[in-house]
């Protein structure tokens, strides 16, 4: 996964380790210490750089694993670590300064007062921005941070503040801040019945699927429900992010990564997606008064995104 | 054990806000949380509107608190948080590290909202540095959580000056949003909204398609379907040291529930905790006990 990343193009690659530390705390993800460090010879043998995902929100019996994630990390010599808890920040900034801190999108910055804080606070070199602002707003946002912004480009959409969602543990008891799980499959089921195939979550009813219909993962916040007598995708419709189109403004914005989701994913898919995004990238930064967002780029991303269709979410205010 | 009141969380008309804290003042709440917290499109009042009422309650005697808004996007939003912040006399709830910043920089004493993450006593522990006196737990949290947290507090020193607020009554504000849900029921975008949140008190409910009332849209909040009501759980709150039970607004019977709370955390024997007939959605206590938060595990 990590090979296919760098060797299509990627810059920097996210990791996290094999427990509850990362926000994408599933089954046959991330990493031990003897795969992270083949890892991180891998990419910086190739001048690439590994990032390490330690997000989630420890609580009190957790404490010493997402220590020992912040010493490990640090002992990998990996080139930064992703981190939302203030905790985790404060330990990871007086035991290792030297030790880049980006804050992660789970960490809810939408504005320039909450970067200066994280900036005061911890020294952080970098944020990643949550998928609420509108162009306009990163590009406000952009002129006056303290610190290096990263936005997200393509994956799945979350329609809420990240690190501000708490519909899973809402259903289910586990939520992306408690456990770095989000509608986890344990409490999934699906079920065949007279009105249609049925998911549910804990017991919830999701979503309803006549035949022909495209099923979904049960996601909270993307099923059909019923609101004022109407049935519809009162919150999300399944769709990803792609903010292909939006790269010259976003590297005029002074924007210096995207980010792309990788993690969860089959090799083929971050193959082609870093493949992709190389590209543009590349063709962007040489002339981005001509640049236009290929077409056989976006065949190639809508190709492989959930519900088979994009948007350029909350980027495209008309969306919210 | 006292009893606070949460921030409107609807989008009322002004002279229904204005009787509602009318109301209250006679009530025996010792804290009161006031301001928009939800959506800066919601104007019965302006923020010095908010200060102003602030004043007029503090002069009846309750602790005032100005709240701040959760998600803080347009630059116009900001200037709203700042005001509240450099309001120079009143005690404020940031609801975002945007406004911890604010009034760090000022060096004054805040209180903490739920939506500020704090998951553990480390986390505490620094704000506290940056001027936090008073934390609301995050609703996700229980009852056990709660109680490893406020050990580790003690542990480390600084539990003396730390009151603790737990969300007890209502329904509980999950997830914020770019995009308003109210509006895209109205399939309107939300810079044209006509606000219509106005049209639902109480927020406007979700139901699965089996007629579970599972969410509670609120613009471009969502909340629980449930209402958190932790009344029958009141001693095991008191035991851990926690010093106030929130009771967030709803549109009808708020000072009946205020009253009912009172009662019971006040000593009186034989008090009914049983509120559904003052509700039209059921109530829920999972997360206190850490179970999913929709679960109902009390029998009152």
Not at chain 1, 11 to 25: E, L, M, P, S
Request: glycine share 10%.
């Amino acid at each position: 996964m990590l090979k296919a990343a760098v060797d299509n193009g990627a810059d920097a690659v996210y990791i996290g380790f094999k427990d509850d530390t990362n926000a994408r705390h599933f089954a046959g993800l991330n990493f031990n210490d003897g795969s992270a460090q083949k890892a991180v010879r891998y990419a910086h043998d190739r001048g690439r750089k590994v990032f390490v995902a330690i997000n989630t929100y420890p609580q009190p019996g957790g404490w010493q694993r997402w220590q020992r994630a912040v010493d490990g990390a640090a002992d990998l010599d990996v080139d930064a670590l992703i981190i939302a808890d203030i905790g985790v920040l404060a330990y990871a900034a007086e035991r290792h300064p030297q030790l880049s801190r980006h804050l992660s999108v789970q960490g809810s910055a939408t504005n320039v007062e909450a970067l200066c804080f994280y900036k005061e606070q911890f020294d952080i070199q970098r944020a990643v921005i949550p998928r609420v602002l509108s162009l306009s707003q990163v590009q406000q946002l952009a002129q006056k941070a303290p610190v290096e912004l990263e936005v997200f480009g393509f994956g799945s959409l979350c329609v809420m503040v990240e690190g501000r969602c708490l519909l899973s543990s809402y259903a289910t008891g586990e939520s992306p801040n408690t456990c770095g799980a989000c509608s986890p499959a344990s409490a999934v089921r699906w079920e065949e019945t007279d009105r249609g195939l049925e998911s549910r979550l804990n017991g919830v009813l999701i979503d309803r699927y006549q035949e022909g219909d495209p099923a979904g993962y049960p996601v909270v916040c993307k099923g059909r429900f019923n609101v004022a007598g109407s049935t519809y995708h009162a919150i999300e419709e399944p769709t990803s992010l792609n903010t292909l189109e939006l790269l010259p403004q976003l590297q005029q914005a002074g924007i210096v990564a995207i980010k792309i989701e990788g993690r969860q994913r089959s090799v083929a898919y971050v193959g082609k997606v870093a493949g992709v995004w190389r590209d543009a990238i590349d063709i962007c930064a040489a002339d981005p008064g001509r640049y236009v967002a290929q077409g056989r780029w976006m065949e190639t991303l809508a190709g492989v995104s959930e519900g088979a269709q994009t948007t350029l979410g909350a980027y495209h205010r008309p969306w919210q | 054990m006292q009893l606070s009141l949460g921030p409107i969380l609807y989008f009322w008309p002004r002279e229904t806000i204005e009787q509602f804290y009318q109301e209250m003042v006679a009530s025996p709440l010792e804290v009161v949380y006031l301001g928009e917290t939800v959506c800066h499109k919601r104007r019965s009042f302006k923020t010095v509107e908010w200060i102003e009422l602030a004043r007029q309650l503090t002069a009846s005697g309750k602790q005032v608190v100005l709240s701040t808004l959760a998600l803080i996007e347009a630059g116009s939003e900001l200037g709203g948080v700042k005001r509240l912040c450099r309001n120079g006399e009143l005690l404020v709830e940031a609801n975002d590290m945007g406004a911890v910043q604010l009034l760090s920089e000022q060096k004054l004493p805040f209180v903490g909202g739920a939506t500020l993450n704090i998951y553990n006593a480390y986390t505490l522990k620094h704000l506290m540095g940056a001027g936090l006196r008073r934390w609301v737990m995050p609703v996700e949290l229980s009852r056990d959580v709660l109680a490893d947290i406020l050990a580790d507090a003690h542990k480390l020193g600084i539990d003396g000056e730390l009151e603790t607020e737990v969300f007890s009554f209502g329904h509980m504000p999950l997830a914020y949003s770019a995009r308003c849900f109210t509006a895209r029921h109205h399939n309107l975008a939300k810079d044209d909204c006509q606000l219509k949140c106005i049209d639902y008190p109480e927020g406007l409910p979700m139901y699965s398609q089996d007629g579970e009332e599972f969410l509670t849209l609120n613009g471009i909040q969502t909340q629980s379907g449930r209402i958190q009501h932790l009344l029958p759980h009141w001693r095991s709150l008191a035991d851990l040291g926690v010093d106030f039970m929130r009771i967030s607004p709803q549109p009808r019977h708020t000072r009946e529930i205020v009253q009912l709370y009172h009662r019971v955390i006040d000593g009186e024997e034989g008090v009914d905790t049983e509120v559904n007939g003052m509700l039209t959605s059921p109530v829920c206590d999972g997360y206190w006990l850490g179970k999913p938060g929709m679960e109902i595990i009390a029998r009152v």
